[in-house]
């Protein structure tokens, strides 16, 4: 007998509006009717404008700040359970508190771990995600994760450029694995920016790991927040020798003035996705959708195909 696929319905938050759109665009399905009544003293509560009763619901919020957005998702998710919808995926573009990720040092809380106890505990079956900042944080969840490789967005960008002396740099030491990854789309040789910080944001002194004399340098980072790090790292080398640089970040967190200091900076520009809209235009930042992504990976979700093909370049 064939498969039987339950009605897919798509909703989202507030935080995520305009790449929702976009999402149920490429799905080529309507977003759901969903209501956020708000009090005066701040209080809300999401409630669906129509049945879900049986459905496969997706809820689409990525939970950057303000904690807002993750408390409208946890809402929405026991709202959809209440309702008896079949199977609750949350499709959370942006996992926040991600880099809370273990206990670097005595009495810190581990919040991407609380956040995955929160989303299972208020009743989500399955969870999507892009670029996480640790990819262990897929093993807090005892339910499927769907973790989706930004670099099959940002790789056809960068051959399109038609760099001739291509390498690929981390920012620091963490990120090595990372641009290690990307850099086998390339073939292309990797530097490594060592840090160290005073404190959270706040850069002591860094050096370069490896030659970028001549070369046309791509940094690569999931999230860029300050953008301190990516700033100095790029002035670095520019400084040793490099003929151009520029970054890709997935998730364009942009907090401060960090869209003053990127236009500051020697950067040739800030490549980034639509995971967190964008608070304002800047000619060295270019935003490239995730939205067709999100689409074929929710609809393999419902069909039981592969989420892995998706990441083929």
Do not use: W
């Amino acid at each position: 007998m064939p498969l039987q696929f339950n009605q897919v319905k798509l909703f989202s938050g507030t935080g995520s509006r305009g790449l929702s759109l976009k999402i149920a665009e490429s799905y080529g399905k309507a977003l759901g009717d969903v209501t956020i009544h708000k009090f005066s003293d701040g209080e809300f509560q999401p409630s669906f404008d129509e049945s879900i009763r049986g459905c496969d619901v997706f809820l689409i919020q990525s939970t950057y700040q303000p904690s807002d957005n993750l408390m409208e998702l946890l809402l929405m998710v026991d709202a959809a359970k209440r309702a008896s919808a079949h199977y609750i995926t949350a499709v959370v573009p942006y996992y926040g508190l991600a880099r809370q990720d273990r206990k670097d040092k005595p009495r810190v809380a581990i919040g991407a771990k609380l956040v995955a106890n929160l989303l299972k505990s208020a009743g989500i079956h399955r969870i999507m995600t892009m670029d996480l900042h640790a990819a262990q944080i897929q093993g807090f969840f005892d339910i499927p994760v769907d973790h989706l490789d930004g670099s099959v967005i940002f790789v056809p960008y960068i051959k399109s450029l038609g760099l001739q002396n291509l390498t690929i740099a981390s920012p620091d030491m963490g990120g090595s694995y990372r641009a290690r990854t990307f850099a086998k789309f390339f073939n292309a040789e990797v530097i490594i920016c060592d840090k160290r910080r005073k404190r959270a944001n706040e850069i002591e002194s860094m050096s370069i790991i490896g030659d970028v004399t001549g070369q046309d340098v791509v940094l690569i980072d999931d999230i860029c927040d300050t953008a301190g790090t990516l700033s100095k790292a790029a002035a670095l080398i520019m400084e040793n020798g490099a003929a151009s640089v520029r970054a890709v970040c997935t998730h364009a967190v942009l907090s401060g003035k960090a869209i003053e200091t990127v236009e500051n900076s020697v950067l040739s520009e800030l490549i980034v996705t639509d995971t967190i809209p964008l608070k304002m235009e800047s000619p060295k930042i270019r935003q490239l959708s995730t939205a067709s992504l999100f689409a074929r990976a929710i609809a393999n979700v419902n069909e039981h195909g592969s989420i892995s093909d998706l990441f083929k370049v």
